[in-house]
Every structure is written in C-alpha cells, then in structure tokens.
C-alpha cells in the first residue's frame, strides 16, 4: 500500500475542502499556532498558499504527527468531522491490513515447523492463561509512567522464541494488545546481524507485506509500537557504546549493534514498548544496562507435560510409563526434556530404537548418547542397517557446516553457505524430509537446524571425524581453542558443544561413529584435550576465566574414570556454582577424583533446603557427600569458600563431619549468605577446633547475639590463630560493638576488621574507645556503609591521633562530608599521624574539602593510598589536591579520582603532578568527561622520564570511537603505561 502521509496526504483532503472552507481552515491555523505556542508560519504565506502549497508548509514547519493533530482539531473546528474520522479510518486500516499479512505469515510457518512434531495440540497455539500473562506484562503499574521494557529470560533453545510467536499470533488473531499496539515487528537478532548495517525504517520494511513500507504513518505513534529483539546474545553486543555515538533517527543507517543498542538505551523511539529475550548469561551480562520494567525466566515443560510428550509419542502406556522412568533416572536427561523440540527428540529417538528391538537404557547413558543415536539414525534408511555411501557424505558435509556456523555466529543458512559446504539443492530437500533442517521463520530463503543444540552436536562430531585444518573457511579453529572458547563462556550461545566432543570420545560412542563412517577413528583429539587442561591449569590468569562448572559436564558425559582422575590431579583451585539437582550430581561425579586441590569455592543455593520426598532427599544427600569428601581427600587445602548456600539439618551434619575431619585445616575460611538450619553453635564449636584458621570470612550470613558471643569466645581462647575478621553486612547492632572492643583489647592476633554495611553508629564510640587502648594491635579498619553519624568523627580523630598500628581506614559510603573531613584532617596533619591507606569514597566531600586535605597531602608523608572517588571534588578541588602532591613532603602512591565530575580542564593540573612527584605510581580517572585534548596531554606528561606513574586508569568507554583508538595506540607506544579498561 502507498504511503498515507505522502500520496494520501494533507493536500488530498485539502482538496475536498470548497473555497469558503480552505479560507476557514487558514484563519483556524492562524490561531491554532497562536493557541498552542507553534512555531509560526509567516501570515503572509499562508495567507497567498494553495491547498498543495499549504500542504508543503505544514509537513516542512512540523512534524508529521502534530501537523496531522493540529489538521484534525482544524477540521472538527470547521464542521468537517467527516474527514477527520476518513483520515483516521485510513491510518487504521494500515494497521489492520499489515495485522492480517502477519496472521496468515505466522499460521504458514507454524503449521510447517510444529504440525509434525506433536499431536493433540502439545504445542498449542497460545492458551487464555497465556494471553492473560501477555496481557499483564504491558499493563502499566499504579506508578508507572516510563515505555515497557520486558525481558524473558531462558536458556538457549528453551521456547523464547516459540513464547514470542505464540504471544505475536495471539494479537494477529486480535486476542491481545487491541488498544495497545498497532503494529508488533520482530527484530531477530541471528537474522538481521547478517546486515552488516541498516536503518530502523529497513528492519520494519522487511518486515511489511509489500516494498514501500508506509513507515512516516508506523512510526507517527510510537507509544503504538511493540519490537520483538529475539535472542540478543546472537549480536555479542555490550551496550557499552558512548552516548554519543547511538542514534536518534529512524531514517539513520547504522551498524546493527549501534542500531539496536540505540533502540535498547531508548535513543530511538523512546516511546515504543520492547521485549527482549535473552539467555541468562547474557542477561546477566547486561542488566544494569537494561531499564527493564518486567522480567520473565521461561522455565520450558514442567514434569506432567514431559510425560504427556511421551504418551503422546507411545500408543502404549506401560511402554510410555517404561520409558519415561528411563528417562526420569537420567537428572541430565530429564533436563534437557524442558525443552519442547529436545523432548520430542529424546522420545522418538527411543520410540525408534525400542521398535528396532534395541535397548532404551543404553540410549538414556549420557545426553551424548541420545544424539549420536538420533542423528546417526536419521541417515540410515529403515530398511537397512548401514548408511549409504550418500548419506555417510551428506552427514560429513553437514558436520561441516555445523562446525562453520557456530564459530561464525550463525545460526540460519542460506543456499550460499549449503553450497560452500558441498550441499546442493537435491540434499536440502533431503535434510528438510529428515527434518533435521526447518525453514526459518522470519524467511522462505533460509534455513536452520531443527534445534540449536542438533547443530552443536554436528559441530562437535566434525571434530571427531575431520580436522578442522581441512575445512574451507579459516574461521573454524582447532579442538585446543574450542575447548578454551567453550569452558570460558567467550561465547554464550555455545551450549553443549564441549560436552558433546567428551561425550562422544566414550567408548560407546566411538562404537557408534566407527560402525556408521566404516573405519577407525583417531585418538589424537583425546590427547590434545587432556594436554589443554594440563596447560589451563597450570595458567593461573586462564584458571579464573575458566568455568569449572562447563569443565565438570565435560568430564561427566566422557565417563572415563582414567581421564577424569588425571584432569583432576591437575586441578589446584576448583570455583562452582550448583543450580539445581542436575549440577550437583555432576560436581560430585568429578570432586570424588580430587586429592590436590588447594582452594574450593562453592555454592549449592538452595537445593539442600528444599522440602522433598524421602528417597528424592536421599539421592541429594549422597552427591552431597562426595561433595564435601573433598575437604578430608584435598589434604593441601588453604582456602575454602561456602557461599550462597541454605542447608537443611541433614545437609549441614554432612559438612560438619568433614570439615570435622583431621585433614580439613584451612588458613582461610569463607561462610558467606550460608544458613546453617539452627545450628549455629555447631559451627563455632567447630572453629574452635580449627587452629590453622587464620582469616575467618562471615560476610552476608546473618549472625545473632549469641553468634557473636561464641565469636567473640573462640577470638579469646589462646589456640586461636584467626589474624583477619571480616562480618561485612551480617545484621550487627550497635551492642555488638562492645563485643569488637573487648576482642581488640584482648587479642594479641586480629590485625583486621571489616565490619562495613553494618548500621554502627551507636556503638562506633566503644570500638574507637579500644582502638585508643595501647593493647590493641589492629592494622586494617573497615567501617564503610555503616550509618556513622557526625559524632562519629571526632571518636575516629582520636583514634588517628593515639592509635599507633592502625594503617588503614576505609570508612566509604558515609556521610562524612566537608564538616566531618575537616576533624578527621587535623589529626591527619599531627607528626605522629601513621595510616598509610584512607579509603574515601562516596563520602559527599566537595570541592572545599580538598582544601583540608591539600594541607594533610602536602605535610603527612606516611600516607600513601588516597582513595576519594565519587565525590564532587571538580576541577577546582583536584587543583588544590595537585598542588599538595608536588609537595617534597607528600609520599603518596596512589589515588583515586574516579567519577568526581571532571572535565578535561584539570588535566593541566593532573599532568603537571607526574613529572614533579616522585612516589605516585597509580591514578585513577574512570567516569570522567575529560576530552580527548585533555587525555592526549596526560599520556604525553608519563612518557616523560622522570614520571613513576605505572597506571593511567582511563575507562575506554568514556571516549568515542576516535579517541578510543588514540588512546589504545598510545597504550602499545609507551610500555611504561597500563591503561585500565582500555581491553
């Protein structure tokens, strides 16, 4: 259809307007833009206009949308409601239509990826419920005023992306968002990447029935628009882009990313409505950028509704009843069943194997073994037993470009990339029968594998038989850097591919591979991945990037108890996080192995809390010993960590017996957000035991006033060797100090205290009164967050001015202000001052406080480390701050400037400190508006060679694209220089 606006326009209902009418119109303008302060159009030419020219001047002095509102009250004002509501017929027909194009789009592309793969509606359209909960996501809270913002969030290949069909079909049917939306237009980000760049008008335009898409009508009520962005994490994006380079113009081509971050930080079309899916890797990545109002985690079929997929696949109920117990035994199994395809596929592929009179049990072994049999099934014909030389090639080529796509991001093939991987016409045919391929929903000319994880399968099988040195496109790398890239999460979309490569090196599956291809496959892939674990672990840098979680499915689905023995013997700190049941089986599958371990870091949420069955209870508990039998085998274990963990009774007496045992002696233990069901005394009876301890971490569990009593016991008794304390936001009171101040005067040991994020205030004057105390040999105060009032500061002065160990005080996120630095800088400033570290942050100090602690940096020569980011200091305070540091009397190595409202006007200042002051070897200036003049000077003042200054920490995404660059190069020129966050 034409454009509305353009060939429908104002001149067309203009003419309808007789002589006496147009002049009535003009004198109605006239006033209108007198009435509502409109940018005026000189009388003169209005006046001398005819009905195009007039036309021409109301498009060209406003915006379409207010001339076309300021033309309808026109005409209701001259008596011609008849044209008003023809107009606005005619703007809803628009809606109406392109609602129709995309029902009959949408019902097409159901029938043909969903007919087949249930009966009886499993996978029905949408529900009433459904439309009830799309309804409610779009409602507007009693205090909401800002555009919807929905996020759902699921693992990949959950549904997202069915949940979004269902919910833009519902409205197609006109069962949801009536008055809400006029037009929904799904963004999918797999699809549109491939763009390269485009407009926002060119992602609608693909998506209307004809070429010329009527965007100036589609766009004219944005708060009428809903945009589908499906499967961000396709686009690898962050968000992270300087304001300055999103765009606001629809019209605008961009690069995709620039385009849609624009879209999601609400730069363009702000008043539009977004729902957004994601994985949960990705969402996490980028919530605080997210101005979500809703989300919504898409959880996948529960239990009842896996096993109707079973009845529904088994003409038999006891068979059905068989086989779902099979796969009820398998936790792994049974997960991935959430999934509505997987589910389908798990179940026809033991409906096919019990029908060729195979074993089911053996296909439930491992989620390697369901695929290899399903995929390897598919390219044998029924009545054979092997494949045709055809179909051993077609699968090859197949692994071929599996492998191409996920190291490419892609995700929907054209005829281009089946060709470049020896895929003619004939065997797409082929693969759609099998069914192994689908057409894509958003288009007739590409195609994707039936379910993301079928392509990972593929993927990780060409690794099995080929090299990755024989494909054509350089993009696909070797086994060694898949590995890494996986156990990293570089790439969130990678799901299953390293679990599959393990599980396919299982002696069951080579069987299989060997039997299907006809000839013996190499061992070489199994070696080089035992050689890349060895080289992980003995990389420290690599060790904390690796997710040791992926690397535990990894050995799970090998089942090599040989192979597992020798990765975990390399093992020396181990960091997991277990979310359900399924995880904790696998941790403790690979944990029994361990005996040289130095560091454990886990957390088990709340799977050891739950309420559950007896025998259920009991399958948890026994993953939960091998758990916790790594605690007596590891007897080299320094450092144990517990965190976010809510144990039940049961639960708690396991880890109590083997944190119990005579080889568990940590140095540092960390209990953090634990509950230990009641049984608090347990665990410091416990500690009292544990004279090795030497750093006790309690931070975020809740601890009573009994707690602290027994605390404050096991801290007294002379077998106590505990050196640092750290109860950061664990509930304390006030009368909890009198505790701290008793353990300070009394402890010959405890040199560190980190009470922060507790409210103190009341009690701050007997903790400092001990501080005073000579006995007391405490180094490291931490009372950041804790509600200090402004007497508080003249208790901490006294402290400073007696206390003669004490080197560091962090008392950040307090409201400190000018008034309370002024007490605290006089004791600062006396000879016999001795902290080196004063930690500031967010403390409301403004530019006249710099003026006090100018006169302490230009005199104290013990401190050291200044941290006052994230106070209004400006340009002016960071002067008088430079002009103390070039002081001879002023020590000080580091300081922090972070987010303190500077421009690139105090760089002058700043540059000038690097060359005069001897000792200062780190700054930081994150969050800063300094410019690119600004910035260029300071890196020019540290090539000079009197500079100390190692770190220049500039945050690279504070400075455009441009600037960026500059600033990197300037990075690689001077070795002498770490730019912080410039990677």
């Known amino acids: 259809m034409a454009s509305f606006f353009s060939d429908f326009g104002l001149m067309w209902y203009l003419e309808e307007l007789n002589k006496k009418e147009f002049m009535k119109f003009k004198e109605a303008l006239k006033q209108e833009m007198v009435q509502y302060g409109l940018q005026q159009i000189p009388w003169t030419e209005v006046k001398k206009a005819s009905r195009e020219d007039l036309a021409n001047l109301l498009v060209k002095h406003y915006e379409h949308k207010k001339a076309w509102d300021m033309t309808f009250r026109i005409f209701q004002n001259i008596d011609r409601m008849d044209l008003r509501e023809r107009a606005e017929r005619e703007i809803a027909g628009l809606s109406k239509m392109y609602q129709a194009h995309l029902k009959k789009k949408l019902y097409q592309d159901w029938s043909r990826k969903f007919n087949d793969l249930f009966q009886n509606n499993l996978i029905q359209k949408y529900t009433q419920d459904e439309c009830s909960s799309f309804e409610y996501l779009f409602t507007p809270k009693a205090t909401e005023k800002q555009p919807h913002t929905v996020v759902f969030r699921g ?69 009428k628009l809903l945009f589908i962005i499906d499967s961000l994490e ?122 060729k009179g195979g074993d089911p049990a053996s296909i439930c072994r491992r989620t390697t073994s369901v695929y290899t049999t399903f995929i390897l099934n598919l390219f044998i014909p029924k009545s054979a037993q092997n494949p045709s030389k055809k179909g051993k090639n077609l699968l090859l080529k197949l692994c071929s470009l599996a492998a191409e796509g996920i190291w490419t991001d892609k995700f929907a093939f054209n005829q281009e990339d089946f060709g470049e991987n020896g895929i003619v016409t004939s065997d797409i045919s082929t693969l759609l029968n099998m069914r192994i391929f689908l057409k894509a929903m958003n288009s007739e000319n590409m195609y994707t594998f039936f379910h993301p994880s079928v392509q990972e399968f593929c993927a990780a099988m060409f690794y099995l038989v080929k090299s990755h040195s024989d494909h054509h496109s350089k993009d696909v790398q070797g086994i060694e850097a898949l590995l890494l890239t996986f156990l990293k999460k570089v790439r969130v979309q990678w799901i299953f591919v390293g679990c599959f ?270 501080l005073c105390h000579p006995d007391c040999v405490l180094k490291n105060l931490v009372l950041a967050n804790c509600s200090l009032s402004e007497q508080c500061w003249d208790y901490l002065s006294d402290v400073l001015k007696r206390n003669k160990t004490l080197t560091h005080l962090d008392i950040s996120s307090n409201d400190l202000k000018d008034k309370g630095l002024k007490v605290l800088c006089k004791a600062l400033s006396l000879p016999e001052s001795v902290l080196n570290t004063l930690r500031l942050i967010n403390c409301l100090i403004t530019t006249s406080g710099c003026q006090d602690l100018a006169e302490v940096l230009s005199i104290n020569q013990n401190l050291k480390n200044l941290q006052i980011s994230k106070n209004k200091l400006q340009d002016a305070g960071v002067k008088l701050l430079c002009d103390a540091i070039k002081q001879p009397n002023c020590h000080l190595e580091m300081i922090g400037l972070e987010g303190c409202e500077l421009t690139g006007a105090c760089c002058e200042d700043l540059a000038s400190i690097f060359s005069q002051n001897k000792t200062l070897w780190a700054i930081s200036l994150r969050q800063n508006a300094l410019d690119r003049r600004g910035m260029l000077m300071l890196c020019e003042a540290v090539k000079h060679h009197r500079c100390t200054l190692h770190i220049l920490g500039l945050q690279i995404t504070d400075f455009d694209k441009e600037t960026q660059r500059l600033l990197i190069a300037e990075e690689e020129k001077n070795p002498h220089l770490a730019i912080i966050g410039s990677e």
């Open 234 to 355: 396709a686009l690898n994006c962050d968000l992270a882009e300087p304001e300055l380079e999103l765009c606001d113009n629809w019209m605008e081509k961009r690069p995709v990313n620039i385009l849609l971050s624009s879209l999601l930080r609400r730069k363009i079309l702000p008043e539009s409505s977004l729902l957004i899916t994601a994985t949960p890797e990705t969402f996490e990545k980028l919530k605080s950028r997210l101005n979500y109002t809703e989300l919504r985690v898409i959880m996948g079929l529960n239990e009842s509704s896996r096993e109707t997929c079973f009845k529904t696949l088994f003409q038999d109920d006891n068979t059905a009843e068989e086989v779902f117990r099979l796969v009820r035994e398998n936790e792994q199994v049974f997960d991935i069943c959430q999934v509505p395809a997987i589910c389908w596929l798990v179940g026809t592929c033991l409906k096919n194997e019990i029908e």
């Open 501 to 770: 490569i393990f599980g396919l090196l299982h002696k069951s599956e080579q069987e299989k591979l060997e039997m299907f291809f006809g000839y013996q496959l190499s061992q070489e892939v199994k070696q080089k991945l035992c050689e890349s674990l060895e080289k992980i672990s003995a990389d420290e840098e690599l060790r904390e990037q690796v997710d040791d979680m992926k690397l535990f499915y990894c050995l799970f689905e090998m089942e090599d108890e040989a192979f597992v023995m020798q990765t975990m013997s390399f093992l020396q700190q181990i960091k997991f996080v277990a979310k359900d049941y399924s995880d904790l089986i696998v941790a403790s599958y690979c944990l029994k192995y361990c005996s040289t371990l130095k560091t454990l870091s886990f957390s088990t949420q709340d799977i050891l809390q739950e309420e559950r069955e007896h025998s259920y209870l009991e399958k948890l508990l026994i993953c939960w010993q091998d758990v916790c039998s790594v605690l007596a085998s590891c007897q080299q274990m320094q450092t144990l960590q517990v965190k976010d963990t809510y144990l039940n009774e049961s639960a708690f007496l396991v880890l109590y017996t083997h944190l119990q045992h005579p080889s568990c002696n940590p140095h540092i233990l960390q209990v953090n957000n634990v509950s230990f069901s009641g049984n608090n005394h347990l665990f410091f009876e416990l500690l009292n035991q544990k004279q090795s301890l030497r750093h006790l971490d309690l931070s975020l569990t809740s601890l009573s006033r009994s707690d602290m009593k027994m605390l404050y016991d096991m801290l007294n008794q002379d077998e106590c060797n505990i050196e640092k304390l750290l109860l950061k936001d664990s509930h304390l009171s006030p009368d909890d100090c009198m505790i701290f101040a008793c353990t300070l005067i009394s402890s010959k040991k405890l040199t560190h205290l980190n009470v922060a994020c507790n409210s103190l205030d009341k009690g701050i004057h007997l903790l400092c009164k001990a």
């Open 155 to 223: 693992v990949s290949g959950i549904g997202k992306t069915l949940m979004m069909a269902k919910l833009t079909l519902a409205w197609s049917d006109g069962q949801v968002f009536q008055n809400k939306f006029s037009y929904i237009f799904s963004l999918c980000c797999h699809d549109i990447k491939q763009l390269k760049t485009a407009s926002l008008a060119d992602l609608i335009s693909r998506e209307w029935p004809s070429p010329s898409a009527p965007i100036v009508e589609i766009v004219s009520e944005p708060e």
